[in-house]
């Protein structure tokens, strides 16, 4: 039986996950974002308003990297108001690849690409939601083919809001994504597989791993708001 090799943890006030060695990663994260070599990400659980400022933030990483044995140099730092106790994730595999999607969710800040900016409004969201992904796969052993992964999931998550009559809170358009989204690829490259364009096999994967944890987590938000 095939299984990920990822450990995914969910602690007080953070949701971990643990890549079984150093990966080669790329992302806009609010800590260790960019082009990047990592053994973790810690998505860290704030408040609707987030960390009173950077400051905070880095000291909060800093304090759940000592609590959880995590090296800050090799971990990539997330932020949601999303309760992480809550993530949805999916492995798939094929030959010897493997994709696995680790995603939290939260939709109080989802936006359409279309909707005018909320800063030069004056306007500031009095909540954050925020859709944090994780994407992990052995294959990819070009920064050229993370990247056009980040492209695939991105698409993904938007199908996914689509599917799903996700609205913007604030024009009540067809929401894209929310105003916070990060996406995280991180990659082995231990199977040759430089890319993965929708023609391939891991394009595919990648999408599906996406659409069907972002499914999982728009569903759950639903249920939660019925109540």
Request: hydrophobic share 45%.
């Amino acid at each position: 039986m095939k299984t990920s090799l990822l450990r995914v943890a969910v602690e007080p006030h953070c949701l971990i996950v643990r890549f079984p060695g150093m990966f080669d990663c790329v992302s806009w994260a609010s800590w260790k974002g960019g082009s990047v070599s990592a053994s973790a990400v810690l998505n860290c659980q704030v408040g609707l308003h987030g960390p009173d400022s950077p400051e905070v933030f880095v000291d909060e990483v800093g304090r759940l990297c000592r609590v959880h044995a995590l090296v800050p140099e090799e971990t990539i730092g997330l932020l949601t108001a999303a309760k992480v106790a809550a993530y949805k994730e999916c492995v798939l595999f094929s030959a010897d690849a493997w994709v696995h999607v680790v995603a939290t969710i939260g939709l109080a800040n989802a936006r359409s690409v279309l909707d005018e900016a909320d800063v030069e409004l004056g306007a500031g969201c009095s909540r954050a939601g925020t859709v944090n992904l994780v994407v992990a796969t052995n294959a990819l052993p070009l920064l050229e083919g993370r990247l056009q992964a980040v492209a695939i999931a991105a698409s993904a998550k938007t199908a996914a809001f689509r599917d799903h009559g996700v609205r913007s809170r604030k024009s009540h358009r067809s929401a894209d994504v929310t105003g916070t989204d990060c996406i995280v690829v991180a990659a082995s490259g231990e199977v040759m597989e430089d890319h993965c364009g929708l023609h391939t096999v891991l394009g595919e994967m990648i999408g599906r791993a996406v659409y069907a944890s972002v499914t999982q987590g728009i569903e759950a938000c639903s249920k939660a708001c019925s109540r």
